[in-house]
Structures are given as structure tokens and as C-alpha cells.
């Protein structure tokens, strides 16, 4: 089984400054790395999949990077909605979904 | 706009069951597989269970397998989990989501999820 091993597990900022939150997988999953966020009381939404395609609707700010097994969202400046818990999610074989750990940013 | 509505959580005992529902709505339901995620209380992500689109496939995690049935019924456009055996580790807000369709054998995620839905396992 894949691991998804996320860092840091909480990155403290200030909005307008850039996130770059990392997602390691113990194996290489080819460019196949999905992101999440997640605010507080709130489903998860998809931000980015195949390590670096914006889901509809998801602001320029956000980016994904990586391939193999070292993946990057970055947050590019901030906003006050970005402050939230990320997930990177992977599958393979059909039936073995992963996701890791979460990344809290919080503001500092 | 597609919209993921799951209902059917609450309070149960361990050994008990609990069926949920996800009613699906703004998009051709029968097309797409699905899936269930849950959330314990303060913790991360665990994929639970999927199902392809006609129903015939399903999938489970080995924390699951055994205990809990994913079916759907297409002419309802809704999406169920069945639960049974429950343990106190169940506990957690369980999420219907939907695959898109150009998912693959090692590369597919969830671009649309429900608001979720509460199950408690206590006594």
C-alpha cells in the first residue's frame, strides 16, 4: 500500500505570503495526486488533480507541482479563505485510495 | 450544479446498523461511480467503500470489508452504505462524493463531495 506522508503537519503565515505545502508518496504514483481542502465544518474540495490541474472553479493562486513521488501545493499570496487543512489523495488498483495526513495552515 | 445530499446518520450502539442515503441531483447519476469517505471526530481522511457506475463493482477497505455494503439504485438517483457490526471506531461524519468519468485503475479522486452526515457508535 501507498503512503502519503504530508509537511509540515502546520504551516503558520500571514495572509499574502506563499504556502508551499509538500506530499510525499512512499512509491512513485506517476503524476496521479490529487489535493483537497478543508475548512472547518465543511466537506473537502477538490483543488487540483493530476499533480497540477486546477479543478474548475479554483482560483490562479493555487497550483500544484511533482511527479514520481515529491509533490508541492503551493498558495501563491494568501487570501483569508485559505486557511484550512489540505489533503493529497491517491489510488491505485482499483481499490486502494490514500490520503495523507493533512497540512493545517493557520494564520499567524 | 450537482449536489450530493447524504442522509440517514445518528446515534447507534456498538453491534448495531445503520443504513445512509446520498441523494444525487445535476448530473446523469448512472454514468459515474461513487464513493464513500468518512472523518473521525478531529482526524484525517479514510476512504470506506466505491461502487462503478451500473453497480456490479464494488470495493471496500480492509477496515470495513465484511461490515458494510455500498449499493445504489440508479432509477433513484441515490447512493446507499450499509452498515452493520458497527464498532465504536465507526464513529465519524461519512461523505458521498463522485468520481469523474476518465478515472483509471491507479489515478482517479472526487470532484464533487456531500456536506456529510454523523454517525455515532456508543452505548
Known amino acids: 500500500e501507498i503512503v502519503l506522508t504530508q509537511s509540515p503537519a502546520t504551516l503558520s503565515l500571514s495572509p499574502g505570503e506563499r504556502a508551499t505545502l509538500s506530499c510525499r508518496a512512499s512509491q512513485s504514483v506517476s503524476s496521479y495526486l490529487a489535493w483537497y481542502q478543508q475548512k472547518p465544518g465543511q466537506a473537502p474540495r477538490l483543488l487540483i488533480y493530476?499533480?497540477?490541474n486546477r479543478a474548475t472553479g479554483i482560483p490562479g493562486r493555487f497550483s500544484g507541482s511533482g511527479s514520481g513521488t515529491d509533490f508541492t501545493l503551493t498558495i501563491s499570496s494568501l487570501e483569508p479563505e485559505d486557511f484550512a487543512v489540505y489533503y493529497c489523495?491517491?489510488?491505485?488498483?482499483?481499490?486502494?485510495?490514500?490520503f495523507g495526513q493533512g497540512t493545517k495552515v493557520e494564520i499567524k | 450544479e450537482v449536489q450530493l445530499l447524504e442522509s440517514g446518520g445518528g446515534l447507534v450502539q456498538p453491534g448495531g446498523s445503520l443504513r445512509l442515503s446520498c441523494a444525487a441531483s445535476g448530473f446523469t447519476f448512472s454514468t459515474y461511480a461513487m464513493g464513500w469517505v468518512r472523518q473521525a471526530p478531529g482526524k484525517g481522511l479514510e476512504w470506506v467503500s466505491g461502487?462503478?457506475?451500473?453497480?456490479?463493482?464494488?470495493t471496500y477497505a480492509d477496515s470495513v470489508r465484511g461490515r458494510i455494503t455500498i449499493s445504489r439504485d440508479n432509477s433513484k438517483n441515490t447512493l446507499y452504505l450499509q452498515m452493520n457490526t458497527l464498532r465504536v471506531e465507526d464513529t465519524a461524519v461519512y461523505y458521498c462524493a463522485k468520481e469523474p468519468q476518465y478515472c483509471t485503475r491507479n489515478n482517479c479522486f472526487f470532484d464533487f463531495w456531500g456536506q456529510g452526515t454523523l454517525v455515532t457508535v456508543s452505548s
Open positions: 489523495q491517491q489510488r491505485s488498483n482499483w481499490d486502494t485510495w490514500t
Open positions: 461502487i462503478r457506475d451500473s453497480g456490479t463493482t464494488t
Open positions: 493530476d499533480a497540477s
